[in-house]
């Protein structure tokens, strides 16, 4: 059903005001809950069906189990008879060992039926990660500009285990739970119809009054539960990753306060949902009763009058609390069931998510590296004031050029443009006479090697961070391009060189050591065009100068873009553009 009917219920609720969550969750997790549970069991089908000779011996074997689970009233049943009737011994024992093989029969089965799901249930949940996490990596930037990555980490992760969830409460717990309830309020109806009677309208009612309360009352507050989990994890992660900002102002207690308001939220929403749990317990147990009271109470009532043996009597008892056992497990699997539903939500929206366009295109072909923008017009949304409104510049192959610009003029924007991290709505990019727009994004990203401001490194070693172009660059090409940004002596002086761990996002080398790292990484992978976007901004002037002169000495044949503010890299340069109003003016 759809997720939509969480709207009313919060509203009766009232004390979360609807706007809360509506305007928060597009921001935070913009994504999610438009979804319908038919998709998800969609979704999750594409993995069962991965391994289906597998996954179908399974539930063939545990259909099996759930036989013997049948057969055991009626195995009960017939050894009271045999006892009560004081028949012979031999048919006693008999009947014993009967009643014995039944339960050996069910938990051989059982266990099998398990062994045989395990590898499928562990395959599956490791390809649903790493599907899930190569799709989430290929989302487009502005997704990362709006979603909180702690958040999409326990998505994935909750993603996972939502799997597990829905494929155990469906095929362990679900599908056995309707056999042995509709086999056992058959075999009643035969040994009395009125016992057969109270137990399948004790059936419908559990299984109505579960489904309806559940995602009427206590799936609507589970929803939001799932949503402030993700939300306080969210928020952990990105005050835990701007830890250095936190210090600096010595905020700790104010990002705890933060912090509190979100938990503080989670527990009265979790509050709420267990409750309802614990509401819905109480109206299954009611039900229960009166299954269990009817039942019996009918069977000892024909056992008076004479139409029902002592054996009657033992299947009704048996057959109770078989059925009340699997009746109270449809209902945590029902729960399970949503929850996993719930969970895996998250996930198959990813799947439904636009991702970066494939690499279904012709690949760039760069034969000398002119760029060109023809009339480019962009702003970040239709509600964001405009960047760049018919920006055009031609970059001739081989030259290098400055650009420079107010700081939010637009300059690391016509970067991402180049790059296609966003698309212009207007007019074209070019290189050598190719629209970029109709090459696959893996050949343009190759093209086109960047040096950025603000390096984000990987929490591996130093000579792993410069050779990610390239991952099989040898030591020496590795050490050559370091020397070139002038990161050579600093990385000597770390302990182990170049096989130092720089930190998660390199926090362990400073602004200009980060910058050199990225510069060095930039350079590796020989690209025909170069961009260094403000990539020296960091540094001391003589080490700027002295990276500009290797630079230049290089003479790769590479189209230079030096986005910079500073005389040296504007001297370097045999041209000089401004960005200004989101044109282009040559200085
Ligand atoms: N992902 C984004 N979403 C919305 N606005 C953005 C985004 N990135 C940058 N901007 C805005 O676009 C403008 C230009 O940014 P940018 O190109 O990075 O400037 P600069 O010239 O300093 O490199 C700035 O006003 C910035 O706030
Ligand atoms: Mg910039």
Redesign the pocket.
Known sequence: MPFGLLKPLVDRAGRYSWIWPSTFLRQAVPRSRCISVLTVLRFMAGYWSRRRPRFLAGAAISFGATCFDLALPWASATLVDAIASERDQNTVWSAWLMFVLMFVGFTLTRNVAHRIWIPVAARNMEELTNEAFDRVQRFP??WY?TAFTGGSVRQIGRAMWGYDDVTDALTVHVGPAIVVLVGLSGMLLMRSPLAGGVAILSVVLFTIVNLVVTARYVRPANLISTDLDSIVSGKIADAITANASVKSFAAERRELARLEEDTARWRESIERTWSRFVDLGLLQNLILLLMQAGVTGLMVRAWINGSATPGDVTFAMTAFILMSGYLRNLGDSVRGLQKGIDDAADAANFASERTETPGSHPGLMVRRGKVQFDHVCFA??DD?DP?LSGFDLIIEPGTTVAIT??????????I?LLHRLYEPQQGRILIDGQDIAGVSLASLRSAIAIAPQEPVLFHRTIRENIAYGRPDASLDEVQRVARLACAEALIDRLPGGYDCLVGERGTTLSGGERQRVALARALLVDAPILVL?EATSALDRDTEEKILRNLANRSTGATTLV?AHRPAPIAAAGRVVR?IQGRALEA
């Not at 610009?405 to 016509?414: I, M, N, Q, V």
């Open positions: 930037a502005a500009s970040y949304g964001r960047i610009g107010e700081s939010g003029s637009g300059k690391s924007t016509l991402r976007d986005i960005v």
